[in-house]
């Protein structure tokens, strides 16, 4: 099995020029705040969550970006239009019917190239550590060897996290599986990771999870995760929000 080769990360790493950034989701969780407005509009340290994605992004160096909108799509592309600048903007219109992770990736699949992409959620929102967490992503990007490599956190640090952790890794990186037997897997996912458009493939139709891709990628060996050298904050409930930029205020 071909192993990624061994790097010190570069922070001028060869940045992925496109980005999925998902967006569509109902945000039920963070009800009464979506009554009115999709979940990526919520404001949290006085800025929209889907602002907070595209400082990111912009800071990285992400020329474009691939948006999917199903609820309240209105009210998220018109903001698009008026708030981002800089990055050029895509929308993957999943307004008849919301397809979940993995279907709105097969959905985009057609605007999304044929080169390795960021995946973005629009929902959980980070700080970087000493260098910019994607630009470090990318610099450990190993196309031979890898189709999907996400960014993670230690789940003792993973703030507002009420989950049990989603994933286990390889002293090289290598993800070795999800949470099993243990009362909680060791890492979380932030919510970002590069992916290559061969990992989309012989899907089923509707609906469905992201699952199914890492599950395939975590088969063959090629999915691998990086630690977040900075903060992460899941953004999903109202009382989240405080939390968040109370830690935030304290630096």
């Not at 509009?41 to 909108?69: P, Q, T």
């Not at 992409?117 to 629009?122: A, G, M, P, R």
């Not at 060996?221 to 968040?244: E, L, N, S």
Request: charged fraction near 25%.
């Amino acid at each position: 099995m071909t192993r990624p080769k061994a790097i010190r990360p570069d922070p001028g790493g060869n940045v992925p020029k496109t980005a999925m950034v998902m967006a569509a989701g109902l945000g039920k969780r963070m009800r009464p705040l979506t009554a009115t407005r999709p979940k990526p509009l919520v404001e949290v340290a006085g800025k929209a969550l889907i602002d907070h994605v595209f400082d990111r992004l912009k800071a990285a160096g992400v020329e474009r970006a691939v948006v999917n909108a199903h609820y309240l799509a209105d009210a998220l592309e018109a903001h698009l239009r008026n708030r981002v600048s800089g990055i050029e903007i895509v929308i993957s219109d999943e307004r008849d019917q919301l397809m979940e992770t993995g279907g709105g990736l097969v959905k985009a699949r057609a605007l999304l190239g044929d080169e390795p992409f960021l995946y973005v959620n629009s929902d959980n929102l980070w700080v970087d550590g000493p260098s910019d967490a994607i630009r470090l992503l990318a610099a450990r990007w190993d196309d031979a060897a890898m189709d999907a490599l996400l960014l993670m956190i230690p789940y003792a640090n993973a703030h507002n996290h009420r989950g049990q952790g989603d994933f286990r890794l390889a002293a090289d990186g290598r993800i070795t599986g999800r949470r099993g037997r243990a009362p909680v897997a060791p890492f979380v996912w932030t919510g970002v990771q590069i992916m290559h458009p061969r990992l989309i493939a012989d899907w089923p139709e509707g609906p469905f999870s992201t699952n199914l891709f890492w599950d395939r990628a975590i088969a063959a060996g090629r999915a691998y995760g990086m630690v977040h050298q900075g903060m992460w904050f899941d953004v999903g409930t109202p009382t989240a929000i405080g939390r968040t930029e109370a830690l935030l205020a304290d630096g």
